[in-house]
């Protein structure tokens, strides 16, 4: 059912509601609150005003803190890739919804990097694709892939290593349908799913 | 035995060519370490945002860039149109602003003053009536008789007429089409450094040294890795040049890539095609006529589909094609993966399903009762689509599956099966591939050229091992530079033969030098000397390690480079191709699932069956989307492109695809005929024998794909089979 939840919203689960839910910084932060959130805001008490000039952030990404000076308005995605020069974080360039090339693990949830402003994951354990190759150690999600070809132009596939990797986190012993289910939000155009099924499917036998 | 003949070595000799090897860069990709082209990070780089026009048909009736200018962080404007230019479809280009972040940049369109006198528009591509009376037509681009076709549909045992049609899709790269562009100031090197996402690295620079006056030298293309090209990607294109204007303007690299909403609408479409089919045939199957009239567009251009290769791979003896553009105010075409063929087998393998339902006929005994009047391409595939049609169907089951068209079951969800088939040519053209041999024992293959998910660098780095006697990882394969020898634009299934062919030939060469270096210092004759094993042998005998045998090069390499195609067997032209589909549809709700899709492919020679393989899944699963839910949909009234973003473009998802078999077909007879290419052709049939199996299921034709929900359960309702 977990998975199911995710599909509707996106693995990151990320809705309206929960963005209404969301720390009041954010809120006010993205400076286009309307007056209803603003009074929801203050209702809790911790309106905090931020920007629309550039703000000192702090991210916890791959186990390290990093600090930045980014605008409120400033998407995760763009802090990493532009800031981090972690660019295995794919911009698919869609401000509407996304194909899931951006996916980062955030304190263990697959998420689209895209949909998250830089200031709203401070505190949280930000993970992206890089972190899953360190020298000549690799994970096994990544060597899945490979052996099994899940990859053409290559563009989605570190959103798909990531969204599986988080996807066997919480399904280490998934089946075919639901590896179909939980990795139902990302996109690829060049039609690799066998080979990700594959690994997936691999994995989750202990086969990898 | 070790004969000097440029060709490949006899099949069972080889220890990388033909086996399911991993890509190279497989490990780069996975884990994000590979660079695209938005992902150059270079120093003061500026990012760009574009101003497109959100009407059909428009004039440019004010257009004030100044106060973009003004906002704080913005560097630079550069002006696609200005003011009294026309905009001809929802996406055109206005202008570009180049700024410290994409965020400013954005601010900046926003500030820019832009006024438009609307025009009436044309978007509607499938109703040729609206069309005529707005005068967007084009009339009888093709208008072909052979024969006496009315003659034979009168004399045939049985005539069936037909509606057909295939809806207008987008290319939807994941990487969009866009540029990294700085220029270098200093005395060495290239004056302008294009990081182009392009299918043609070596013939996209001079389009970039025209523009600014440079020689061709002046210019290096960059394209390590693209993310998605599918036809759209081979020229420098004006968002290209504007990277590099603004570049050169501010000083600053600049970073251009189309927002999704535009890569959509803009650099490419796939052109549709609507028909209205005659069949006409004996009792045997034996198709004796053909009377099409298909219309169409390619957006403001309004062309239709080629008409020349109307019907689709067969040839009846009497047939009439008459063919119909529609100019529209939508977006233009560019390539897309196997242009027009997918368009005409999903008109002409359907008309065939069809006519085989009527006759009562298994629609594969209808195909080899016709097999006899091949057109004249697939004339030369000779009797490859009987072999293969056997082989899909074993395959598929389908002698036991196989029920006529409406038996597909009492319940809610009927299921049925569907084949179609394709054609295909792939011939190899120049190619030049840069193969040189160090002192040390290094191996190295460079060529001009990309990779687009084919795998290009592995194919390389194997032919340059096989030829070599070395393992994969003794060898190394650069592309994506135009620095490198010339390479061919990826597109029209050419790659692989082109650069395995140049690559052959080139690494031949330089064996063969060293060779003959390793028969005077071990005085032994030249002829004699064959590699493998990383050692130098004759006959049985090592004469030395490769490693010894380098020693000799001296600290000049060896370097040859080879060229592609010659007529010398290394590579080959023409594929066939059958697939068939499994369907379940669900006739409540009009939900079409794929249960299975069977592909039995050839491509001659087979350099790496993993990617090959890869190649035809992703063939078979483009198809499904087309077939189920891609579209490119215009809304009439406002003449916008209104799902031109990633939720509401529909692609298929993980679990969207059923059980995919893929065959390469590779008898010793293709391994012989040289490397064929193969991007296109598994893309071509998915569409026709998924709609097959849908008519297969439940008796009545959906008469155009995508076979969105709606539309299956309209035809459900309509009825007419």
């Known amino acids: 059912m977990q998975e199911h939840e995710q599909q509707r919203h996106g693995p990151g689960g990320f809705n309206r509601r929960d963005f209404l839910k969301g720390s009041s910084a954010a809120v006010a932060a993205t400076a286009i609150a309307t007056a209803e959130q603003e009074a929801l805001a203050q209702k809790k008490g911790k309106a905090a005003v931020q920007g629309p000039g550039k ?144 690994c997936a499917l691999q994995i989750a036998k202990g086969g990898a | 035995m070790a004969e000097r003949t440029i060709a490949w070595g006899p099949r069972d000799s080889n220890k990388l060519i033909g086996t399911e090897t991993t890509r190279l860069d497989g490990v780069d990709k996975a884990s994000g ?25 428009a004039t440019i009736t004010r257009l004030n860039v100044e106060p973009a200018k003004k906002v704080a962080g913005v560097h630079t404007v550069y002006l696609f149109k200005n003011e009294g230019d026309d905009c001809s479809w929802d996406g055109d280009i206005v202008a570009a602003v180049a700024a410290e972040t994409a965020d400013i940049a954005e601010d900046g369109v926003r500030a820019i003053e832009v006024s438009f006198e609307v025009k009436p528009h044309v978007v509607d591509e499938q109703d040729l009536e609206a069309a005529r009376a707005a005068e967007a037509t084009k009339e009888e681009i093709v208008n072909r008789t052979v024969g006496d076709p009315d003659k034979a549909i ?91 204007q603004m570049s050169k303007d501010t000083g600053r690299p600049v970073r251009l890539m189309l927002d999704r909403a535009t890569e959509l609408k803009t650099p490419g479409t796939r052109p549709s095609g609507f028909a209205k089919v005659t069949l006409a045939a004996k009792k045997n199957g034996v198709i004796t006529a053909w009377k099409s009239h298909h219309w169409g567009t390619s957006g403001p251009q309004g062309r239709p589909i080629d008409g020349n290769q109307m019907p689709y791979v067969f040839d009846p003896e009497n047939k009439h094609v008459l063919a119909t553009g529609i100019k529209t105010n939508c977006g233009p075409n560019r390539a897309w993966r196997a242009p027009n063929h997918p368009q005409l087998c999903a008109i002409t393998d359907t008309a065939m399903t069809d006519l085989a339902a009527k006759l009562k006929m298994d629609p594969i005994d209808l195909y080899k009762a016709n097999l006899g009047q091949l057109d004249k391409v697939a004339k030369e595939n000779g009797d490859l689509y009987r072999a293969q049609l056997d082989r899909a169907s074993v395959l598929m089951d389908w002698k036991k599956n196989f029920h006529h068209q409406g038996e597909g079951g009492g319940g809610t969800v009927k299921r049925g099966l569907g084949v179609a088939l394709h054609r295909w040519g792939g011939q190899s053209v120049k190619c030049e591939a840069d193969v040189r041999l160090f002192e040390d024992g290094a191996a190295q293959v460079s060529i001009g050229s990309q990779d687009l998910g084919t795998g290009t660098r592995t194919v390389i780095a194997m032919v340059l091992a096989e030829t070599c006697g070395l393992p994969l990882e003794k060898v190394t394969a650069k592309i994506g530079s135009s620095e490198y020898v010339y390479g061919n634009p990826s597109g029209g299934s ?154 509401n473009y529909k692609l298929p998802r993980i679990g969207d695809i059923g059980d995919l078999v893929v065959e390469m077909y590779q008898p010793d007879s293709e391994y012989n005929r040289g490397v064929v290419g193969l991007g296109e052709p598994p893309v071509i049939s998915t569409g026709a024998a998924i709609a097959n199996a849908v008519a297969n299921a439940t008796g009545v034709r959906v008469p155009v794909l995508p076979m969105t929900p709606k539309r299956v359960l309209d035809a459900l309702k309509g009825g007419q089979a």
């Not at chain 1, 190759?133 to 899945?144: Q, Y």
């Open chain 1, 55 to 198: 703000v000192d952030v702090t991210l916890t990404v791959n186990g390290k803190q990093h600090k930045l000076s980014v605008e409120p308005r400033t998407t995760l995605l763009d802090a990493l890739r532009d800031q981090l020069n972690l660019t295995g974080c794919k911009d698919d360039f869609d401000t509407t919804s996304c194909s899931g090339s951006d996916t980062v693990i955030i304190d263990g949830k697959a998420v689209y990097a895209s949909t998250r402003l830089a200031i709203e994951v401070q505190g949280q354990k930000i993970q992206t694709v890089e972190s899953l190759r360190n020298g000549d150690k690799l994970d096994e999600v990544i060597t899945g892939f490979v052996e099994n070809d899940a990859m053409q132009c290559g563009f989605c596939t570190p959103g798909f290593v990531m969204a599986t990797r988080a996807f066997l986190n919480k399904k280490p012993k998934a089946t075919l349908e639901e590896i179909q289910d939980g990795l139902g939000g990302n996109i690829c155009r060049c039609g690799t799913y066998k080979g990700i099924t594959a």
């Open chain 2, 33 to 57: 370490f590979a660079k695209y082209t938005a992902d150059m990070n270079q120093e003061g780089t500026l990012y760009a945002r574009l101003l497109t026009c959100k009407h059909a048909n």
């Open chain 2, 154 to 244: 009168k004399e045939a045992d049985v005539v069936h007429e037909g509606y057909y049609g295939i809806h207008t899709i987008s290319h939807m790269c994941l990487e969009p089409h866009g540029a990294h562009c700085s220029w270098n100031d200093g005395d060495d090197g290239p004056k302008l450094i294009a990081r182009h996402s392009t299918q043609a690295v070596s013939t996209t620079g001079k389009q970039f040294a025209s523009k600014f006056g440079l020689d061709a030298t002046d210019v290096r293309v960059v394209c390590n890795f693209i993310g998605g090209g599918f036809g759209s990607k081979f020229a420098a294109d004006e968002w290209g040049w504007a990277a590099a």
């Open chain 2, 494 to 647: 050419i790659t692989v033969g082109s650069v395995s062919g140049g690559t052959r030939r080139a690494a031949l060469a330089a064996v063969w030098k060293l060779l003959d270096k390793v028969a005077t210092k071990y005085d032994v004759d030249g002829e004699s000397l064959t590699v493998g094993n990383e050692a130098v042998w004759s006959g049985e005998e090592k004469v030395c390690s490769w490693k010894d045998a380098c020693r000799l090069i001296g600290s000049v390499p060896i370097a040859e480079v080879g060229t592609s195609p010659l007529d010398d067997g290394l590579t080959s032209k023409l594929v066939g191709g059958v697939q068939m589909a499994d369907v379940s549809v669900d006739t409540d709700t009009g939900i079409v699932r794929i249960n299975k899709m069977v592909a039995v492919q050839d491509c001659g020679l087979v350099i790496n069956e993993m990617t090959a393989k890869s190649q035809v899944y992703g063939g078979l699963i483009m198809g499904i989307a087309y077939a189920l839910s891609e579209e490119r949909i215009m809304d009439n009234k406002t003449g916008r492109y209104i799902n031109a973003d990633m939720e």
